[in-house]
């Protein structure tokens, strides 16, 4: 297996209550993901906050201008010519993700609260990898990317409508 430096900061406790094992499960998941892209023997560096929405909107006003809190927030490192290149070391960013957006989104969204961290981060690390939804066939390319990252994962699409009468695909 390559090898791959998983920096893991967990900012709010909630975190380790919410989910067990929140350590060992976020490199877990990176580690698939990073495998899948970098099957070659590679040194990365990936750096992962699990904070709350104080945190993460602040990070979001300074960088985004947005003054609100969402569920992550990704930090590219690189430019997308590093990650093509044959580069012995690549440092792909900051993933920061917050547990009081992740836990009501899934309560909203009647989800599994480590199948949605799950699936944020998996976003977060595509971000890193400079996929993105800003534009529609983009959006398109990112989602499918996630559905496949997630089923390897164990964990269904998440773009799936639940229905009180079954589940239609969006």
């Not at 920096?7 to 929140?22: G, H, T």
């Not at 947005?66 to 430019?79: H, Y």
């Amino acid at each position: 297996m390559p090898p791959f430096q998983i920096d893991i900061d967990i900012q709010d406790q909630k975190w380790l209550s919410v989910i067990p094992d929140i350590e060992g499960i976020t490199h877990n998941i990176i580690t698939t993901i990073l495998v899948q892209f970098f099957p070659k023997a590679q040194y990365l560096e990936v750096s992962i906050v699990l904070s709350d929405d104080d945190f993460i909107q602040r990070l979001n006003k300074q960088y985004r201008d947005k003054d609100k809190a969402t569920n992550v927030l990704s930090f590219p490192q690189t430019e997308i010519d590093d990650i093509n290149a044959d580069t012995p070391f690549l440092m792909l960013g900051d993933i920061i993700i917050s547990s009081d957006t992740i836990a009501s989104e899934a309560t909203e969204q009647n989800k599994d609260i480590k199948s949605h961290f799950t699936h944020m981060l998996v976003h977060g690390c595509l971000h890193l990898l400079h996929y993105d939804h800003i534009i529609e066939s983009e959006a398109e390319e990112m989602e499918q990317l996630e559905i496949k990252i997630l089923k390897t994962l164990g964990i269904k699409n998440p773009y799936e409508i639940q229905l009180t009468y079954g589940i239609i695909e969006q």
